[in-house]
């Protein structure tokens, strides 16, 4: 049990890691000084345009409402639907 959560520990740092040190979009590589965010579909750092993109895909609300159900089981680094 110690050594899954060292190893989600680890995890989360990596991602938290590239979240704030990533310059640009990890979808259309554009830059991310207007702003950053998670994907509701994976772990990608996004820039606001591509999440407004995201947001229009036909399967978001699926995304957002798995992404809710996580968080209500505890589990607040859910990597997202595209990445089970």
């Known amino acids: 049990m110690?050594?899954?959560f060292q190893n989600q520990k680890k995890w989360v740092k990596n991602i938290m890691d590239k979240f704030f040190t990533h310059k640009y979009c990890d979808r259309c590589h554009?830059?991310?000084e207007g702003?950053?965010?998670m994907s509701?579909?994976?772990t990608?750092?996004?820039?606001?345009k591509?999440?407004?993109e995201e947001t229009k895909r036909p399967d978001?609300?699926?995304a957002v409402n798995a992404d809710?159900?996580?968080i209500k089981k505890g589990n607040y680094n859910y990597s997202g639907i595209d990445n089970r």
């Open 2 to 4: 110690l050594l899954e």
């Open 30 to 32: 554009g830059s991310l």
């Open 35 to 37: 702003g950053r965010t």
């Open 40 to 42: 509701m579909y994976n």
């Open 44 to 48: 990608d750092c996004i820039c606001i």
């Open 50 to 52: 591509c999440k407004e």
């Open 60 to 62: 978001y609300k699926k």
């Open 68 to 70: 809710h159900e996580e």
